[in-house]
């Protein structure tokens, strides 16, 4: 997808957003980082959605603040 049409659909704002919602700085930035995925690669990142939020759901887990780990990686 090209610049042009990310800043119209406010993608940059989108990343924002989502990223308010990390429970880390890493994870913060690492949403600011994601980009659109097309094709199978879409497919697949949503499988990984679908299948965190049935986990979650199922076993009442709720996401908390962490130590930053890049230190670690």
Request: overall charge negative; glycine content about 6%.
């Amino acid at each position: 997808m090209d610049q042009r049409t990310l800043e119209l659909l406010e993608f940059p704002r989108v990343l924002q957003l989502i990223a308010a919602f990390a429970v880390s700085q890493s994870g913060g930035a690492a949403c600011l980082r994601l980009a659109p995925q097309e094709g199978r690669g879409l497919v697949d990142a949503m499988t990984l959605v679908r299948e965190a939020l049935e986990a979650t759901q199922r076993h009442s887990l709720a996401l908390e603040p962490f130590p930053e780990l890049e230190a670690v990686f």
